[in-house]
């Protein structure tokens, strides 16, 4: 009964951890040099086609480097969605990287 229990337990306590890995909305990571600044790279123009938003660039991490993603136009997934923007917020002695999403 006690191995039993114990097996039950560990497979909660697990099951717990993941829930927090949900959320749908890609990765998170965290890194202490701080990104650089977003680069100004100038105006998006005009929509290339009806419905399209335009989605600003951001700083990536890549092998360690940073490399910056350029802007994009994209098409909602649905009417009235809005486009949440990439961002790194300064945590404890590091940053945490949070990626772009529609809402």
């Known amino acids: 009964m006690d191995l039993k229990n114990a097996i039950l337990s560990g497979a909660l306590l697990a099951s717990c951890g993941l829930v927090g890995c949900g959320g ?10 701080a990104p650089p600044p977003p680069q100004v790279v100038g105006a998006a123009g005009y929509a290339p086609g009806p419905g399209l938003v335009w989605i600003d660039g ?23 969605a809005v486009w949440v923007a990439d961002r790194w917020e300064r945590r404890g002695g590091g940053w ?5 999403h529609w809402r």
Do not use: V
Request: hydrophobic share 30%; proline share 8%; charged share 15%.
């Open 24 to 33: 749908g909305y890609g990765a998170a990571y965290y890194t202490t040099p």
């Open 58 to 80: 951001f700083w990536d991490l890549h092998g360690g480097r940073w490399a910056w993603a350029n802007g994009r136009w994209a098409r909602p997934p649905r009417a009235g």
């Open 96 to 100: 945490h990287y949070n990626r772009g």
